[in-house]
Each structure stands twice: as structure tokens, then as C-alpha cells.
């Protein structure tokens, strides 16, 4: 299973911070860690990781970010306001273009989404293994 595969097997897991158990529930990390499977320790973090240590982490297991367009299967770091805070991968949206896969507190789960304006916005770096 490709890891963008396995991003969308997710779809609907709840929630959960620092979540490491797919039946239990993922946060952001626990997302890319169980799509690209990770292997090793990631560092505990508060609710909003912050001073780069998200942008740290994702370089540490995926390797530098890359320049250049972003394909499906990508990893992404974002930010709300100010620090990156948050992670997901890029999709191929059904009815074309991109899409986002990540986990929402909001919404309470992992979920799939166009990558509209809004969201392009917030994609501070991406990844690529």
C-alpha cells in the first residue's frame, strides 16, 4: 500500500492528541507516521507545537523539503498564525486538482478535503519520500 493509501485508510479515525493507535485515534503526526511508516521516536509536544519542532521532526523522517510543484503522496507542514503547527498529505481529489488528508480537532477526525485557497494559504513546506 502506498503511503498515500494508507493516509486515506484513515479516513474517520477520530481525533486524538498525540495519537499513536489507529483504533484509538491519531493526531497530525500520528497520521504521517502510520502513512509513511515511521519507525523510531517522535518528540512529546504540547497541543501547538511550535519553534520548529514540527518542521524538525518532518525533516528527520522524510528528509529535506523540496522545491517545486506539489504532487499527491507529499507531505505538508502549515501554519495558522505565525509557527507551523500542523501536517498532512497532499490527495487527488475525485473531481480533479488536489486535496488535503489530515487530522481536524474541529472536525474530530481524520478527513479529506479539497485543497482550496484557504488551506494553500497555510503550507509552509512540503515533503517528499
Known amino acids: 500500500m502506498t503511503p498515500l493509501e494508507k493516509a486515506r485508510s ?7 492528541h498525540q495519537g499513536r ?4 485515534g491519531i493526531d497530525c503526526a500520528g497520521l504521517l507516521i502510520y502513512a509513511f511508516d515511521v519507525k523510531g521516536t517522535t518528540p512529546s509536544y504540547g497541543r ?8 524538525d521532526t518532518l525533516e528527520r523522517f522524510l528528509g529535506p523539503p523540496i522545491d517545486g ?14 509557527d507551523v ?6 490527495g487527488d481529489h475525485p ?4 486535496s488535503l488528508i ?8 481524520v478527513t479529506e478535503h479539497r485543497l482550496d485557497a484557504k488551506w494553500l ?8 519520500q
Do not use: E, F, N
Open 10 to 16: 484513515l479516513l474517520g479515525v477520530p481525533w486524538r
Open 21 to 24: 493507535d489507529i483504533k484509538r
Open 48 to 55: 501547538d507545537p511550535h519553534k520548529g519542532l514540527m518542521d
Open 69 to 82: 510543484p506539489m504532487q499527491p503522496g507529499d507531505a505538508v507542514s502549515m501554519a495558522y498564525a505565525g
Open 85 to 90: 503547527r500542523h501536517c498532512g498529505m497532499i
Open 95 to 98: 473531481d480533479g486538482g488536489l
Open 102 to 109: 489530515h487530522t481536524d480537532s474541529i472536525v474530530g477526525c
Open 121 to 128: 494559504r497555510r503550507i509552509r513546506r512540503v515533503y517528499r
